[in-house]
């Protein structure tokens, strides 16, 4: 019904930033409240933001609150992921993913759309 292609990863050096991209097709894209999740090798895939379907209402994990902002421009069909402050903790693959409901924070199992994941790499 929707599908998602997650983009911008890449390395990045800690106290940088980095902007990630999702972009949508298929079901209109306002439909749809989106979150961000990261998982890093060996460790559970872990909710970072999340944004609501009009864009008003916005979620973020307490390890990135006041780091990240998370926007969405339905012009576009693309929700953002901007990361300010990196730190080596933040280094993990990216997903983007999309449901009917918002969501603050939860699990994977919340989401019934899931973009492919970007890498992001963060160096000390």
């Known amino acids: 019904q929707v599908q998602l292609v997650a983009s911008g990863g890449g390395w990045v050096q800690a106290g940088g930033s980095l902007r990630l991209s999702c972009a949508a097709s298929?079901?209109?894209?306002?439909?749809?409240?989106t979150g961000w999740f990261r998982q890093a090798p060996g460790k559970e895939r872990e909710s970072v933001a999340a944004?609501?379907?009009?864009?008003?209402?916005?979620y973020y994990a307490d390890s990135v609150k006041g780091r990240f902002t998370i926007s969405r421009d339905d012009a576009k069909s693309t929700v953002y992921l901007q990361m300010n402050n990196m730190k080596p903790e933040d280094a993990a693959v990216y997903y983007c993913?999309?449901?009917?409901?918002?969501?603050?924070?939860?699990?994977?199992?919340?989401?019934?759309?899931w973009g492919q994941g970007t890498q992001v790499t963060v160096s000390s």
């Open positions: 993913a999309a449901d009917q409901t918002f969501y603050k924070g939860g699990g994977t199992y919340l989401y019934d759309y």
């Open positions: 298929g079901r209109t894209f306002s439909r749809y409240a």
């Open positions: 944004i609501s379907r009009s864009g008003g209402t916005t």
